[in-house]
């Protein structure tokens, strides 16, 4: 599916370069709204490229957002596809391939109507942030999956259902340090590990890592962690052909 044919129009007028600019310019800024996202992307690219060889490789972005992860993905190597459903935040990441030349291709579409299109078709897909803020996440893993190729591997990041969560995460982040705007995050849509576990299973997608990943705002840093009661990160494979089968 080709850039054009994913949205109404990729064609922008000044006033739509300088409306978005504005937006573009904050998504960016590592200092500005997303500075704790800015924080925690080499940790989530370094959890990728520890775990698929990037250079080369097809890679997925759903929920891509402003593109940070994206790009970080391309400069590495990948060759990537990123998806979102809203349509500020994909003009905000065209807006920033104009400016850094780093190329990706951005695309407003479901992850589901995707999948439609081209089963298959990645080596990697990563989903960082995103399961927590959709109704159905099994349905977004379910896609995922058949958007694989076999041998390839899901990469996710979610927040855990915890007390801890709750506090750090919502508490803490949104209403006392401000570092996120209120409402962000719905404690009841939180995903412990054993639920995703369930639904990757379900998917026909092996498990192989869940880490924690912490982040310190007094630092303005973030880690893997053992510790997964706030937020974590997520590996899982699908199959080889034939893979599993007893003869």
Known sequence: ??????????????????????LAGRWWDPDGPQKPL?????????????????????????GCGGGLLSEALAKAGAQVTAIDLAPELINVARLHRLESGVQVDYRLQSVEALAGEMPGAFDAITCMEMLEHVPDPGAIIAACARLLRPGGRLLLSTLNRTPAAFALAIVGAEYIARLLPTGTHHY?????????AAWLRQADLQLEDVSGLAYEPWRNRARLASRTDVNYLACARKPETGEGDLG
Do not use: C
């Open 188 to 196: 009841e849509d939180f995903i412990k590990p054993a639920e995703l």
């Open 38 to 62: 800015h924080a925690l992307n080499p940790v989530r690219l370094d959890y990728v490229r520890q775990r698929v060889a990037l250079a080369g490789a097809r890679v997925l972005d759903v």
């Open 1 to 22: 599916m080709s850039e054009a044919a994913s949205t109404p129009s990729d064609n922008f007028d000044q006033a739509e370069l300088d409306k978005f600019g504005a």
